[in-house]
């Protein structure tokens, strides 16, 4: 029997966010520090330990939802079988990659059971890749994208849309979804540890549909109770778009998401700066099920304690945000 994970503001978790990676095979300038340094193997949770902190969060607390990411996760050498592991606990599985390995892995990927898959692209023009990435890879990428989405993978795309850098790009990924069954979602550019984060770098949910609008008429979909992101469709186009307002119109009051560091840290917020180390707990063979219960009773109301990103609290977020990098985290 399981009982649902809530927290002291009354909500209820059951998606499950686990990084089994901090290094990624790109260096994206939004996300990951150019000095970053990266966990050593023994650090890294096992796939033994992965699975057993994602099954006692499935069956014991409820969680109904389970999000492998990273760093990039298709890096690790047993990323496959991780995701077979996670794919037998039966419930819904999805991958987020940068997609720059995965003709590599797609076959292992479908047959351990993934059927969902979350890209980051932030651009469709090759050298502005090169620089959001601070590596070549777009043609690979792109193309994996279209051969997963040709293979029956439900595909979503991640666009971190930053002002002066790609905003002048929207209407290109909206188009997409003309005529493709494809997910676009267009991602405020959230403040992490050294990723050059400015108030006024943010291209604003506001500013992202009169942008849209002032070229196509859409609809607003019906959202999921604890969806991060709100839906649109230009009627009659095949995929749908939406925004991820993290840092305009935050949505903390229905965020139902938990979060484990490759390093097994538990994180009630991605903004969180407070850890449960579970897996030290793990390896000392201790029950790490009171750990759980206290991590996610401490979930601030919002943005992780954080204060609101306004203009004005700019230096203070900044001042506040965790030592983490966003490639340390998983997003
Ligand atoms: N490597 C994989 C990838 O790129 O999809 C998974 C890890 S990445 C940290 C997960 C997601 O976080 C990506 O969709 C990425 O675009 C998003 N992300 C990273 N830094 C971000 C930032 N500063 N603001 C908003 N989204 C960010
Ligand atoms: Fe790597 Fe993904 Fe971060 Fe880019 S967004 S540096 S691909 S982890």
């Not at 089994?20 to 023994?42: A, G, N, S």
């Not at 006692?56 to 939802?65: C, F, H, N, Q, S």
């Not at 794919?87 to 047959?111: E, Q, S």
Request: hydrophobic share 40%.
């Amino acid at each position: 029997m399981s009982f649902p994970l809530t927290d002291r503001h009354d909500r209820t978790h059951r998606s499950l966010r686990i990084s089994i990676v901090d290094k990624c095979d790109l260096r994206c300038t939004y996300c990951m520090p150019e000095d970053q340094h990266f966990l050593k193997r023994e650090e890294l949770m096992t796939r033994e330990e992965i699975a057993t902190i994602a099954r006692l969060l499935v069956e014991r607390y409820g969680i109904t939802k389970v999000r492998l990411t990273g760093g990039e996760p298709l890096v690790r050498p047993d990323a496959v079988d991780i995701v077979r592991d996670i794919a037998h606990l039966g419930v819904p599985l999805g991958l987020t990659t940068n997609a720059l390995t995965l003709h590599k892995h797609l076959d292992g990927l479908i047959d351990a059971g993934l059927r969902s898959l979350n890209v980051s692209l932030d651009t469709f023009d090759a050298e502005r890749f090169r620089k959001i990435t601070r590596r070549d890879g777009y043609d690979v990428v792109w193309a994996n994208i279209q051969e997963a989405h040709r293979r029956g993978l439900r595909v979503k795309l991640n666009m971190v849309v930053m002002r002066g850098v790609n905003h002048d790009e929207i209407l290109r990924f909206v188009e997409l979804t003309r005529d493709h069954d494809i997910h676009v979602r267009f991602i405020e550019f959230m403040p992490f540890a050294g990723n050059h984060w400015g108030r006024e770098r943010v291209y604003t949910y506001a500013e992202m549909l009169g942008h849209i609008g002032s070229v196509h008429s859409f609809e607003k979909l019906t959202d999921d109770p604890h969806s991060t992101a709100k839906a649109y469709r230009v009627p009659g186009w095949k995929g749908t778009f939406a925004v991820i307002s993290t840092v305009t119109e935050p949505f903390c009051g229905t965020c139902d998401r938990l979060r484990v560091t490759a390093e097994g840290k538990m994180r009630n917020c991605l903004f969180a700066r407070e850890e449960t180390d579970l897996l030290s707990a793990l390896r000392r063979g201790e029950d790490i099920a009171p750990l759980i219960e206290a991590n996610v009773l401490a979930k601030h109301a919002m943005l992780g304690g954080l204060p609101p990103f306004k203009p004005e609290k700019q230096e203070e977020v900044l001042h506040d945000l965790s030592e983490r990098p966003m490639v340390a985290i998983g997003g």
